[in-house]
């Protein structure tokens, strides 16, 4: 990495940190060539208990992949195939159903959806998964679609974007999961997956889903060919947004999986790398209530180490994972809400279960 800090800089960072000033591109970049991670995690921590105190969020919830079919075929994706594939799938309605339902069962109040962007299906069976999914079950809150799927649906259906989000949201939408975002430079989108979105595009959908009420997270796909200052400037451009339209609730930075991709020769992200990411992405996102670990993705060691590095949320129980666990994830694909209890309980925080939106379901406090 080209750029270092001084100490004197570091001081610098620290009182500008300490008295709310926003860290700029420049440093965001230099802080990445900071080693010395206790004191990385001793700012994001400040951040993290000025913001939501010694409480760690976590929700029960369960994902569903509609269908593994995508013309997109991203080079760091091994859960999407081609529509002739043997493995290939789509869900009937019914089958969705039949695991949307299990959801109550688990204690579930969220349902996460998001898939590949199918050749063939028309827009009316996303209509129909989320209208029948929300008239079986009233009360669970739906997120669902990533931007990227929202501006493929505008696509096959010749709608604008806020035609097509105003019909979801009035089928029972609830908010937006932050997939898709990847890393937003055009050099990286052109390397790895040139056929989705543009991150401009990405944005946009982002814009008109926070005019219309609708609150959603935002990712970032790190640790393959992008640079660190791609990996800042992709930082800014949420930060941006959330300044226009304040609609996005958590970041959730995603470490790279490669195994069984097309970039099978790069390797993992190390333990620095994603507490650095942690941490830093803690520091320039201001103005984001909440930064989430994505335990499936981290690992659930170093997700609890997270909550001392600017991390406040673990996600959640998630039930059954496609995407990370096709490209070689060693953790499980469920927890047990007890155990991410345990696990924030140990880390010195108070484990607060919340629904979707962070409205508090049930605080653990000691007993
Ligand atoms: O958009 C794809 C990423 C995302 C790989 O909003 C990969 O609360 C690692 O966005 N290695 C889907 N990552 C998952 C996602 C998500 C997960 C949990 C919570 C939320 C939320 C959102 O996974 C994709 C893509 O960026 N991805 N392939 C891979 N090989």
């Known amino acids: 990495m080209s750029t270092t800090l001084t100490t004197i800089d570091l001081k610098e960072i620290e009182e500008k940190v300490i008295s709310g000033e926003r860290l700029s591109r420049d440093e965001g970049i230099a802080l990445y060539g900071i080693n010395d991670i206790l004191f990385l995690g001793a700012l994001a921590r400040y951040v993290k208990e000025k913001k939501t105190g010694n409480y760690a969020y976590f929700n029960v919830n369960r994902h569903i992949n509609l269908t593994n079919v995508c013309i997109s075929r991203c080079k760091f994706c091994a859960f999407s195939a081609d529509k002739d594939d043997l493995h ?19 204690g579930a109040t969220e349902l996460h959806i998001v898939s590949g962007l199918h050749s063939d299906l028309p827009f ?15 009360d669970i809150h739906i997120q669902a679609f990533t931007a990227v799927e ?7 259906i010749g709608l604008s974007i806020r035609e097509v989000l105003e019909k979801l949201k009035e089928a029972g939408l609830g908010s937006m999961p932050g997939g898709g975002a990847e890393i937003f430079s055009g050099r990286v989108r052109g390397l790895t997956c040139e056929k989705k979105a543009s991150g401009e595009r990405w944005l946009e959908v982002m814009r008109t889903a926070h005019e219309l ?15 660190i200052e ?39 992200t190390t333990a620095f790398d994603d507490m650095k ?63 991410l209890v345990r696990l924030i309980k140990d880390a010195g925080r108070t484990p607060v279960e919340r629904d979707t939106l962070y409205n508090v379901i049930k605080i653990y406090k000691e007993e």
Not at 235 to 263: A, C, M, V, W, Y
Not at 324 to 330: I, L, P, V
């Open 88 to 106: 290939a799938y789509t869900m009937t309605l019914e089958e969705v159903l039949d695991r949307a339902l299990e959801a109550p069962k688990l």
């Open 124 to 138: 009316d069976y996303y209509l129909e998964v989320i209208s029948e999914c929300k008239k079986a079950l009233p």
């Open 150 to 156: 929202i501006d493929y649906f505008a696509q096959i």
């Open 213 to 227: 009420g609708l609150r959603s997270n935002a990712t970032m796909l790190y640790g393959h060919v992008e640079t």
């Open 230 to 268: 791609e990996r800042i400037d992709h930082l800014i451009k949420l930060r941006e947004l959330q300044d226009e339209t304040g609609g996005f609730q958590s970041f959730i930075p995603l470490p790279f999986h490669p195994d069984n991709t097309s970039l099978a020769d790069i390797k993992r």
């Open 277 to 339: 990411t942690f941490t830093i992405s803690r520091l320039i996102l201001d103005n984001f209530d909440h930064i989430k670990a994505f335990w499936i993705m981290v690992g659930l060691k170093l997700a609890q180490l997270s909550l001392d590095f600017g991390v406040d949320d673990l996600d959640g129980t998630v039930v059954e994972e496609k995407i990370t666990h096709s490209a070689g994830a060693q953790t499980e694909e469920s927890i047990e809400k007890e155990e």
